[in-house]
């Protein structure tokens, strides 16, 4: 069983300075035709080529999923971060050929809602870009709360505001305005779905405010892309292909893997898709999961890793690889 | 050069026939001299000319027929095409794969042209010209799903996919192995396989659900499931069982081989585009006794599956009754040689 999505080939056709730390890229199929139609909160895996390490990064897609001519992605640029929000914002042009993947959707809207009730915090305003732009032309019943640091970083905040009038709701860090969340999850019709992105502070306290009003699980959908943490190098061995890896400091367990040749099926690159789920066949140290994919139970046996985003402290690691 | 489209019934006078070549690209399912369960899935891409793979969406000579019956099936019983109110948006994804393939693979037959929204689609066995607005329901004569599988070969189930699971929220389903849409709708991967014997314990379910729920756009999956029939008949329903039940007690020695039929189901599984639902065609091929033995090897072969299969998986089929039947006859047209690997009848 083959995993994994199919590629496609696109030119950057232009790069717009959103604010001072969102750029915005539009992409286009290199060979001129229509690109696959999406659902509004799909993600592509963009690929860059920077001298010759590849960096393999989730961005969800914020263009109408109607529009099949052109793709956007938004990037925020991360000064500390591992460096492709970087290599997007300084090596990027118009005219630059990429490869990125089919999309993706693992923030898919449940279309049983009677209502949407949308909470983005910064940069995750990106899937209900698209979200809201699907519903919009279905007459879907939505509402989106937006919490931004400064007008000035508030990025989106006129398109939306124009677009959908007082269906947005706008929160800014530093004029002190906070979402009354507890008042709003206790006022929604029922029905209502409720959708998060954004920093995992917010996500967290929106899920447990959500939780202890009695919400079931089914009807509370958050995305949440693991950025891969950096953590003391660890040496692994694949006992499959016979290799002996070190894990740099800078570096994922997946992209050490496949440095060494060897191909794990993948997704989301983000903890959330389960695709690299990797079997562990011994152990002698203390397993750092970052994940949101295996659970408490997988966490605590350790007899599986998600390599994309976790690490490992100790003596030795073998994986079933 | 288009396909002759056979007049034939799947009832009553049951005149269904396969034509010679048509018996030659049978997706005959045993790759070897037995059978069990297993994850028998591999990509969905076109296989070799003149197969039923050729095209991803296969159109073949029982295409009219077969479109007729369904007619019939839906006259009598509306409840085998369903649609829950959420999943209309994955009836247009479905109408645009369907309609897609269909003209790429037949253009000779079919042909859609797209304008915008405005779309025309032309399906010339059925005599039918209709122009419409892609996403409104109101320019079609039925809602998209029901459209446009009143057009195509095979059930067809739609899934939803949430909460890490999949939901039966779709479909229409004429041409079914005993199982019914109306009784599973709105059931869960689990739910409506619950009554698949070994399987479960086996794993296979938690391990397939896996593999479906990360199915991506553009990269569909496939398998082959079998079971048999008396008499050509596509619709062996629950609903109906009591006008096709008793036809295997009606197996004789002198009648096998117009009579008993080996069906198997091409089922494949797409990601939709806009919904991010599934979908999962289910295509139904059937082959008479007689016919099958025209392939030495897979007379041979049927023969043993048949004569090994674990009691469990005969009861679960519905092959128990006349099964020994079958598989005496069968042992004429088996010398006991050995037979080569692989599906193709030699």
Same mark, same amino acid.
């Given at each position: ?293 295996? *659970? ?18 100790? *003596? ?6 | ?346």
């Amino acid at each position: 069983m083959s995993t994994g999505t199919t590629k496609l080939n696109v030119t950057v056709t232009e790069v717009v300075a959103v604010n001072e730390l969102v750029k915005r890229f539009h992409f286009e199929r290199t060979d001129g035709g229509d690109l696959p139609t999406f659902s509004g909160g799909a993600h592509v895996v963009v690929e860059m080529r920077d001298d010759g390490r590849t960096r393999l990064n989730p961005y969800s897609l914020m263009s109408s999923p109607l529009n099949t001519r052109d793709y956007t992605i938004s990037v925020r640029r991360d000064d500390v971060g591992r460096g492709g929000s970087l290599f997007m914002h300084n090596r990027v042009r118009r005219g630059t050929e990429m490869v990125i993947s089919y999309p993706v959707n693992l923030f898919s809207l449940d279309l049983r809602a009677k209502k949407h009730l949308m909470i983005a915090g910064g940069i995750g305003i990106t899937p209900f870009m698209a979200q809201t732009s699907q519903l919009a032309a279905e007459g879907g019943n939505f509402e989106l709360h937006y919490t931004c640091r400064t007008p000035a970083l508030g990025t989106y905040t006129d398109v939306l505001a124009q677009r959908y009038g007082r269906r947005v709701q706008l929160y800014y860090d530093d004029r002190n305005e906070k979402l009354p969340l507890e008042r709003l999850l206790a006022s929604q019709p029922l029905g209502t779905h409720l959708y998060i992105c954004g920093p995992a502070g917010m996500i967290r306290w929106v899920r447990e405010t959500a939780a202890a009003q009695g919400w079931p699980d089914e009807t509370v959908h958050y995305e949440h892309f693991a950025a891969p943490q950096p953590g003391a190098p660890f040496d692994v061995t694949l006992a499959v292909s016979g290799n002996q890896i070190r894990v740099g400091e800078q570096q994922s367990l997946l992209k050490a893997i496949e440095a060494a040749g060897v191909d794990p099926p993948y997704l989301c690159r983000g903890g959330v898709c389960g695709q690299c789920e990797t079997n562990v066949i011994s152990h002698d140290g203390v397993f750092r999961h970052n994940d949101h994919w295996l *659970s408490e139970e997988d966490h605590c046996s350790g007899k599986k890793i998600m390599p994309c985003v976790s690490r490992f402290e100790g *003596s030795s690691l073998v994986l079933e690889r | 050069m288009g396909i002759n489209f056979r007049k034939e019934t799947f009832r009553d006078d049951f005149t269904f026939r396969n034509s010679p070549e048509f018996v030659r690209r049978f997706p005959f399912p045993f790759h070897e001299d037995a059978y069990m369960y297993a994850v028998n899935i591999e990509p969905h891409v076109p296989g070799p000319e003149g197969s039923v793979l050729e095209n991803l969406i296969d159109v073949d000579e029982h295409y009219v027929a077969e479109m007729e019956d369904r007619a019939l099936v839906l006259a009598e019983d509306p409840l085998r095409c369903q649609s829950l109110p959420h999943m209309t948006l994955a009836g247009w994804d479905l109408l645009e794969l369907l309609m897609t393939e269909q003209a790429n693979g037949y253009p000779e037959h079919f042909s859609l042209s797209r304008d915008g929204d405005r779309w025309r689609w032309i399906n010339r066995p059925l005599g039918i010209d209709d122009t419409f607005t892609f996403g409104d329901v109101s320019t079609l004569p039925y809602g998209p799903m029901e459209y446009i599988t009143r057009q195509s070969q095979g059930d067809f189930c739609i899934l939803d996919q949430r909460d890490g699971n999949l939901w039966m929220d779709a479909g229409m389903v004429t041409t079914q192995a005993d199982w019914s849409l109306d009784f599973d709708i709105g059931m869960n991967f689990f739910e409506w396989h619950a009554p698949v014997p070994l399987a479960h314990e086996k794993g296979i379910f938690t391990r397939a659900l896996k593999f479906l729920t990360n199915i991506q756009q553009g990269k569909p999956a496939r398998r082959l499931n079998w079971t048999m029939t008396i008499n050509p008949r596509l619709d062996t329903s629950p609903e109906n069982y009591h006008k096709w039940g008793t036809d295997r007690m009606t197996v004789t020695p002198e009648n096998v081989g117009d009579k008993v039929h080996l069906r198997v189901e091409l089922q494949s599984f797409w990601r939709l585009p806009r919904s991010n639902a599934l979908v999962f065609p289910i295509r139904c091929y059937l082959i008479k006794m007689d016919e099958l033995v025209t392939s030495p090897k897979w007379a041979r072969r049927l023969h043993r599956v048949l004569r090994d299969l674990p009691q469990e998986l005969a009861d679960y089929k519905g092959l128990t009754r006349y099964r020994p039947t079958v598989v005496e006859w069968l042992s004429k047209h088996d010398d006991g040689a050995p037979t080569s690997a692989g599906f193709g009848p030699d």
